[in-house]
């Protein structure tokens, strides 16, 4: 199996708080993405979202710093047992924060859609929840 790497980085005018925030609280990640999340804040705790198509756990929470987690896309195309590795980075920057996006050991075929998926689900919908 073949993997690639994504990497996106995106400019909120918000605090990394409240980026952490958005990501870890079940309610608040249910709210922007329209889908159901149950979400761990702990480290080995595990996640669902989007309507339990994504399932993972936490590898490392460093508080309004940073996010670590295991994916697992629960479709019939992904590949069976395989995580990927997704890195979330809050960087404050003048007007707001700077969030890093790496995600990694992405199934080479999933690239293009998980691209559109980030930007389409997750950059621009937290963007209107946070207006």
Known sequence: ???KTLK????????????????????KHSKFTSYKAKISRKVGGKFSACKGWITGKNLELVKDKKIVQLWKGNHKDWPKDHYSRVSFVFKKVKN???LIL????????????????????????MKKLLK
């Open 96 to 98: 707001g924060t700077k």
């Open 102 to 125: 790496t995600h990694s050991k992405l199934p080479k075929g999933w690239y293009s859609s998980c691209k559109k998926g980030w930007n389409n689900i997750y950059w621009k919908r």
């Open 8 to 27: 996106q980085t995106v400019a909120f005018k918000t605090s990394p708080h409240e980026l952490y925030e958005i990501l870890l609280d079940s309610k």
């Open 1 to 3: 199996m073949k993997f």
